[in-house]
Structure formats: C-alpha cells, structure tokens
C-alpha cells in the first residue's frame, strides 16, 4: 500500500531513532541506573543499564499498533488508495512525537 509509505516511514524511522538515541544512553550510563523515583523524588529502585531498552520496545509495539489500526481505518472508509496523510494520521503522528520526547527525557533522567 504505496498510499502510508510516508506515513509508515515517519513512525518506524521514529522508533529507530528511539533505539539508537538509547543505545547513545546505554554508553554513557553507569553500569546501573534508576528504575523508579518516589514521590519525594529520590531514587528507591536500581537496574541495570539496559533496562533502557524498555521504552523503545514499549514505543515499537505502540507504533506498529498504530499503523494497524490507521491502515484499518483507511480500508474500512475505502481510503487505501488515497496518496496522502490523512487528518487522522497527523493527529497519530503528533501523539507519538509526545511519547517519543517523553521517553527520552524518561531515559534521560534515569540515567542521571
């Protein structure tokens, strides 16, 4: 379906970019990093580095949900072959541009 290509492009360079912006933290990081901050904002639970991997598994699976439930939509409206991003779409693609900074600063944090 030559009609998301550019949409299925966006999202799946999207998590690409999460897992090696990851891979940069795993290499700066120390060998363990926090795993949750308590409400009074100290650090209560440590593991290991690559744990950081979590949240571009967790933004991967919520990607490729997201061009399922996109590329159904568009069949169900008789879309498929429409050559543009429809409305819809950017509204995804803007949600998923705010979980990608969140995890990043996510990321960050944990390793600071």
Not at 53 to 72: C, G, H, M, S
Not at 93 to 99: F, M, Q, S, Y
Request: aromatic share 12%; net charge positive; with cysteine.
């Amino acid at each position: 379906m030559k009609s998301m290509l550019k949409f299925k492009t966006f999202c799946r360079s999207a998590y690409a970019l999460l897992y090696v912006i990851a891979l940069v933290f795993i290499s700066i990081s120390p060998k363990t990093i926090t795993t949750h901050i308590n409400g009074n904002g100290m650090a209560d639970a440590h593991g290991n580095r690559f744990l950081l991997l979590l949240a571009p598994l967790l933004y991967t699976i919520v990607v490729e949900l997201v061009i399922y439930a996109t590329k159904r939509k568009r069949t169900k409206a008789g879309l498929k072959d429409v050559n543009f991003i429809l409305a819809s779409e950017y509204r995804w693609i803007g949600a998923l541009i705010v979980i990608f900074v969140v995890f990043v600063i996510m990321m960050w944090i944990q390793i600071n």
